[in-house]
């Protein structure tokens, strides 16, 4: 490692909600800090989700997820205290505290003091045959494709997952104009908060617990998919 890395106090990686809580502890602390994030905008997950939020006025109910994460980088920036890398990778940060960063073209060393590493989640996806098919997404990657870059992921879809995620986005895909098929769900009951669970019911779409998907069908892409019932202890129940 480089004898230059330059001397800091502190280096977030990663300026999702997390990432930037963490700048903004920092800031008010009057902490110098670097943040470091990858995509050219703050946010994280933030910047994909165009649905209000619940709960507390202090934890901005009401608003869509991208106002939040611009309010939340005005309030940073507002404190003149945390330089913000953004467009930047670290790939690498080795036993002698030495932090390797990709930014603009440059390869950059650094030495914190302290680091946060607020990288977020990985989507986890489902093991079935064909799953690798062109045209099978994350939901997280579909938000992406969608909310952030304007392009869809097909025209019509089968949604895995009745959780929160899983009802937003397919209600999302409705509103860009995708036919939603179905949703299924391995678990007996809808995961998603009710009104979000409502409003894909009122738009028709059937959501089917207590089912999985046994495989995806194509060859260059994915054509349809077969799902399966589960019986109480979650096997497939034959001939369903």
Not at 70 to 82: D, N
Not at 102 to 122: D, E, K, M, N, V
Request: proline share 5%; net charge positive; with cysteine.
């Amino acid at each position: 490692m480089p004898q230059t890395a330059r001397k800091v106090d502190l280096v977030i990686v990663g300026g999702g909600p997390a990432g930037l809580s963490a700048a903004l502890t920092a800031a008010e602390a009057g902490v110098p800090a670097i943040l470091v994030d990858r995509n050219e905008i703050l946010g994280g997950q933030l910047i994909k989700q165009t649905h209000r939020f619940f709960g507390s006025r202090e934890h901005y109910s009401g608003e869509r997820g991208f106002t939040i994460a611009a309010k939340l980088a005005e309030r940073l920036a507002a404190y003149g205290v945390v330089q913000v890398m953004t467009g930047s990778t670290v790939f690498g940060y080795y036993q002698d505290g030495v932090m390797g960063i990709h930014s603009s073209g440059r390869t950059r060393y650094l030495r914190p003091q302290t680091a946060i590493l607020a990288t977020g989640a990985a989507e986890k996806p489902l093991a079935f045959p064909n799953n690798d098919l062109p045209g099978i997404y994350g939901a997280g990657a579909v938000q992406t494709m969608v909310n952030v870059w304007g392009v869809l992921p097909g025209r019509r879809v089968l949604m895995v997952g009745t959780g929160n995620i899983g009802v937003i986005v397919a209600y999302q895909l409705l509103q860009a104009g995708l036919e939603v098929v179905a949703c299924v769900d391995a678990a007996p009951a809808i995961g998603a908060y009710w009104v979000h669970a409502a409003k894909v019911r009122r738009a028709g779409v059937p959501i089917y617990t207590g089912h999985t998907i046994k495989r995806a069908c194509g060859v260059r892409e994915v054509t349809g998919a077969v799902i399966e019932r589960l019986d109480e202890r979650g096997r497939p129940v034959p001939g369903s």
